[in-house]
C-alpha cells in the first residue's frame, strides 16, 4: 500500500493542474540546438521534472531524495521527468560518472524513456541567447581581475561597485564575447556578465557572470569549445527548452531564483523562449547522520583509500547500498516517510536503517548461518545417525513453503548460546538446561570439553528423542531457550563481512562539547574503526546456490546478501546489510 506523507509541492503542482498553468506548452520531443519550443503537437505529458546531476561523481542517498521526488511527481501526475547531464564543468566530468548515474537512476527503479538530455547539447543555443543579451544591452564583456571583481561586488551591507567595463558598448562586447570563443584569450581574463543592479540587495543579481573561458576538453564537445557557461546561465536555459514545469532544487538555490527568472523572462522577451516558462521551487536537501553527503569529502574517502572504492557497501553512495544489499523499495519508503519540506533538519540513519529493515523482512527468505561456531555433540545420537527437518522460508509467508535442513550427532551453534556460568535471565545452553534446537529437538546440556587453556571446545548435550518440532507430543516440552544450529557434516565454512557505519559520531567532522574554540575537527578523524568485520562462519547448504543480489534473512543475525561483486559461482560471499534491532540507538 502506498503511503504518501504530505508534501507541499504536490499541492503546488495540484494547483498549476487545476489552473491549467501549463496546458498551452508545444513540445517536438528533444530539443536540439535552438528554440525548438515554438514548434510541434501540445505536450502530451500535464508536468515536466527534471533530475539534473553533474556528471563528477557517484550519486548518493541525498540525490536519491531528489530522484525519488523528480520521478515520483511525474508518475503521479500523469508527467515525464528527464534525466539531463549537467555538463558545463569540463575539469571535471567524466564519462565513468555518467555511467554510474544513469545504472543508479534505473536501479532506484526510475525510467526517463527517451527523455535522456545533456546541458552540453544547448552550448550553441547559450551561446547565441548571450549574443541576444549582448546586443540587447542585458550583458557586458567584464576585464576585471578575479579579484577586483569580488571585490567590487560588495558585500551583504555594502552596495557593489561598478566595474570600469561596465558600459562597454554592445559592439565591443560582442567582439571581445567573439573572440573570446576564438580562443584568443587565456583562462580567466574575460567574463561575459548579465547587466542587472550593482547595487541589489541580492547579491546574485550584482551582474552575475554567465559565460567563463576555460581551455578544457569537455568529455562531449571535445575542444569545440574554450567558453563555457556558467551553471546558473544554463540551467534556467536547459529547464526552458526541455519544457520544464517544476525545475525542483535544493534551498541553497533560492536566492538564485531571481536571476533565474529574470534570465528567462529576457529571452522570451527576445523571443528566444516560448512561454510559459518554468518555475523554480525549492526544498531541503538531505541531511543524514553518520555519513558524509558531500561529493569532495566521498571522493577524499575513495582517493585516500579509507574505503575500497565508490561502490564499497559502506559508502553512502548508490552503488554501495547496493552491494550493501539495501533496496530500492526501502529507499522508495524512506524517501515517502521523512517527506519534503522546505525546513532544513537532520535525519537519523536509524531511519534508514529501519525502512531498509521492513522491506527486507517482507523480501527475505529465511536461513540459517552460525556466525561464531561451536561444536555441539548430541552423545546420545549415534555417529552415522542422519534425519531431516523442515524448516519454514518465511515465518509469516506459507506460501513460501519449507525446506529441509539436515540434522546429525554433531553441530555447529553459535558460541554465545553456552555458558558454563548463567548470569540472570539466561536461558539458553547451560549445564543441566534444556533449549529447543529450533526447527529439531529439545536437547539437555550435560557439560562441555575445554583445552589446556580452559576454552571451551565443544558442548555435550543429550537429545530427547520424542520432542522433534512439528511431530505429536513435542510441546509438552515446555522450554525457555530456543537456539539455531547446523549439521557439522553438512554446513559448508565460509567468510561473511559484517558492515557497520562508516562513521562512529551522528555528525562527522562537526565541533564536540568541550572542544577548544579554535579546533577544526576533520571528518576523517570519525571514522568508526569497526565499520568492517570479515569472519569464518558456517552456513546452510542451501546457501551455496545464492545467486548474485539475493537477499536473505540469517535468523537472529540480520539480512544479507550476496555481494554482486565478489561472489562467484557456488562460493557466494555474503554482506550485511542490517542486523535485526537497532543496536545504535540509545
Ligand atoms: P554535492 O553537493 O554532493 O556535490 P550536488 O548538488 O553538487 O551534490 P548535483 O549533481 O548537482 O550534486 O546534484 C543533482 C541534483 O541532486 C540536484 O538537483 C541537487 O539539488 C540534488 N541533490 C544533491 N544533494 C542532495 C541532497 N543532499 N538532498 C537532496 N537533493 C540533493
Ligand atoms: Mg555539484
Ligand atoms: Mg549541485
Not at 504536490?10 to 540546438?33: M, N, Q
Not at 569529502?297 to 574505503?307: A, N, S
Amino acid at each position: 500500500p502506498e503511503v504518501k506523507t504530505s508534501n507541499f509541492l504536490r499541492h503546488i503542482v495540484e494547483a498549476d493542474l487545476a489552473a491549467g498553468t501549463h496546458a498551452s506548452r508545444h513540445w517536438c520531443g528533444k530539443p536540439g540546438s535552438g528554440p525548438q519550443q515554438q514548434a510541434g503537437a501540445p505536450d502530451p505529458a500535464k508536468i515536466r521534472t527534471r533530475f539534473p546531476p553533474e556528471p563528477n561523481g557517484y550519486l548518493h542517498f541525498g540525490h536519491a531524495k531528489s530522484i525519488l521526488l523528480n520521478f515520483g511527481l511525474a508518475r503521479d501526475y500523469g508527467g515525464a521527468c528527464h534525466l539531463r547531464f549537467d555538463d558545463t564543468n569540463p575539469e571535471k566530468e567524466e564519462l565513468e560518472y555518467v555511467e554510474a548515474i544513469i545504472d543508479a537512476v534505473h536501479w532506484l527503479g526510475c525510467d526517463w524513456g527517451d527523455n535522456l538530455y545533456h546541458a552540453s547539447d544547448y552550448f550553441d543555443f547559450m551561446y547565441q541567447a548571450a549574443e541576444y543579451l549582448i546586443q540587447a544591452g542585458h550583458a557586458y564583456v567584464d576585464s576585471q581581475s578575479a579579484s577586483d571583481m569580488r571585490t567590487n561586488r560588495g558585500t551583504l551591507t555594502a552596495a557593489g561597485k561598478d566595474s570600469p567595463y561596465r558600459n562597454r558598448s554592445a559592439a565591443e562586447s560582442l567582439d571581445l564575447f567573439h573572440r573570446m570563443k576564438a580562443g584568443e584569450f587565456p583562462d580567466g581574463s574575460h567574463v561575459l556578465r548579465a547587466r542587472i543592479d550593482m547595487a541589489s540587495p541580492n547579491i546574485n543579481l550584482r551582474d552575475p557572470a554567465i559565460y567563463r573561458i576555460r581551455h578544457a576538453t569537455h568529455h562531449r564537445t571535445g575542444d569545440r569549445f574554450c567558453v563555457y557557461p556558467m551553471y546558473t546561465f544554463a540551467h534556467p536555459i536547459e529547464d526552458a527548452l526541455e519544457n520544464i514545469t517544476h525545475s525542483i532544487c535544493t534551498l541553497e538555490f533560492e536566492d538564485q531564483r531571481p536571476f533565474y527568472d529574470w534570465l528567462l523572462e529576457r529571452l522570451a522577451e527576445g523571443s528566444l523562449l516560448a512561454r510559459p516558462l518554468p518555475r523554480q521551487y525549492e526544498f531541503s536537501r538531505l541531511n543524514l547522520t553518520y555519513v558524509v553527503l558531500s561529493k569532495r569529502k566521498l571522493i577524499q574517502l575513495v582517493e585516500e583509500k579509507h574505503v575500497a572504492g565508490w561502490d564499497d557497501p559502506r559508502m553512502p553512495t548508490l552503488v554501495g547500498a547496493r552491494r550493501r544489499g539495501f533496496t530500492p523499495e526501502g529507499f522508495q519508503m524512506f524517501a515517502e516517510r521523512i517527506g519534503v519540506t522546505k525546513s532544513d533538519s537532520m535525519i537519523d540513519m536509524s531511519v534508514l536503517e529501519e525502512c531498509q529493515r521492513e522491506h527486507l523482512n517482507d523480501i527475505a527468505p529465511r536461513r540459517i548461518a552460525v556466525l561464531d561456531p561451536l561444536k555441539l555433540i548430541l552423545t546420545n545420537v549415534a555417529p552415522d545417525h542422519e534425519e531431516l527437518c523442515e524448516a519454514p522460508n518465511h515465518p509469516q509467508k506459507s506460501e513460501w513453503g519449507k525446506r529441509s535442513v539436515p540434522f546429525s550427532r554433531e553441530l555447529w551453534i553459535e558460541r554465545e548460546d553456552f555458558t558454563e556460568t548463567p548470569p540472570k535471565g539466561y536461558f539458553r545452553l547451560f549445564p543441566g538446561n534444556r533449549v529447543r534446537l529450533r526447527y529439531g529437538f529439545v536437547i539437555e546440556c550435560t557439560g562441555c570439553e575445554k583445552d589446556a587453556a580452559g576454552n571451551v571446545t565443544a558442548v555435550l548435550a543429550e537429545l530427547l528423542p520424542d520432542s522433534k518440532s512439528g511431530t505429536p507430543g513435542a510441546d509438552t516440552y515446555k522450554v525457555k531457550g530456543n537456539i539455531h544450529w547446523l549439521s557439522a557434516r553438512h554446513a559448508y565454512p565460509s567468510e561473511v563481512r559484517l558492515y557497520d557505519r562508516l562513521f562512529a559520531v551522528p555528525a562527522p567532522g562537526a565541533r564536540r562539547e568541550g572542544d577548544p574554540e579554535d579546533l577544526e575537527r576533520d571528518f576523517l578523524d570519525d571514522l568508526n574503526p569497526d565499520s568492517m568485520q570479515t569472519i569464518a562462519v558456517q552456513l546452510e547448504p542451501a546457501l551455496k546456490d545464492a545467486l548474485p543480489e539475493d537477499r536473505f534473512q540469517f535468523e537472529r543475525h540480520g539480512y544479507f546478501v550476496a555481494d554482486r561483486v565478489a561472489s562467484r559461482h557456488g562460493a557466494p560471499v555474503f554482506n550485511r546489510a542490517v542486523t535485526l534491532k537497532d543496536s545504535w540507538s540509545k
